[in-house]
């Protein structure tokens, strides 16, 4: 049975930051596609971040636009976990942030972690 469990998420001041950790069991993490979402009350669940394996076995990054510079995403293969490290936080980073994978046909959500930020 395969399991995302987020956690890491809390309260934080505006300009400080959090590391999420997604825990993954009953897959291969280094074969899917790993990525964050988030979703911000009454708006749509957007994605944050990917990592993904090349051709050539190595990892690849993606972020969505208005995160770039302010997020970074990696994974353990070994420990089965991928992580967001999120810095200089704005408030309109809050959000529930759900680990997902993706493995061609196969889709997998977590349950999320909540992330605020406010003074």
């Known amino acids: 049975q395969v399991q995302l469990v987020e956690s890491g998420g809390g309260l934080v001041q505006p300009g400080g930051a959090l590391r999420l950790s997604c825990s993954a069991s009953?897959?291969?993490?280094?074969?899917?596609?790993m990525s964050w979402y988030r979703q911000a009350p009454a708006q749509e669940r957007e994605l944050v971040a990917t990592?993904?394996?090349?051709?050539?076995?190595?990892?690849?990054?993606k972020y969505t636009d208005s995160m770039t510079g302010r997020v970074t995403i990696s994974r353990n293969n070994a420990n089965k976990a991928v992580f967001l490290q999120m810095d200089s936080l704005k408030p309109e980073a809050t959000a529930v942030y759900f680990c997902?994978?993706?493995?061609?046909?196969?889709?997998?959500w977590g349950q999320g972690t909540q992330v605020a930020v406010a003074s």
């Open positions: 997902h994978a993706r493995h061609r046909q196969l889709v997998y």
């Open positions: 990592i993904s394996m090349t051709g050539s076995f190595e990892d690849e990054t």
């Open positions: 009953g897959l291969t993490v280094s074969i899917y596609d």
